[in-house]
């Protein structure tokens, strides 16, 4: 089970962390990706954090403004976050972590385990 949460509005340019909490399963052993869904259009890709925190991957929209801290600190809680920085208003959503084994995916579909979203607004 997957629990994102830590959402809110904010004011463009402003920086938020949320959270991604586990339960029932040992996460530290799987990859991790975030993915959003704004509304009217198709969940999509945001980042991605392999087991170990040894690499990760953002989508281009996010680069330089999104990370994926994740070190064995947070594995031992079984949680993860994304820290958002330098926030758009093209970045409202709702954010939504999700795991699988085996790499690098941007496809949704391949990940087996997902979490409740929770909603980021950024007002401009």
């Known amino acids: 089970q997957l629990q994102a949460s830590g959402g809110g509005l904010v004011q463009t340019g402003d920086s938020l962390r949320i959270s991604c909490a586990a339960s029932g399963r040992t996460f530290s052993n799987y990859d991790m990706g975030w993915f959003r869904q704004a509304p009217g259009k198709e969940r999509e890709f945001v980042a991605f954090?392999?087991?170990?925190?040894?690499?990760?991957?953002?989508?281009d929209s996010v680069k330089g403004r999104f990370t994926i801290p994740r070190d064995n600190a947070d594995n031992a809680k079984n949680i993860l976050y994304l820290q958002m920085n330098d926030l758009k208003p093209e970045d409202t959503a709702v954010y939504y972590c999700a795991a699988r084994w085996m790499g690098l995916a941007r496809n949704p579909e391949l990940y087996p385990y997902w979490g409740q979203g929770t909603q980021v607004t950024v007002s401009s």
């Open positions: 954090i392999t087991s170990t925190g040894g690499t990760t991957y953002y989508t």
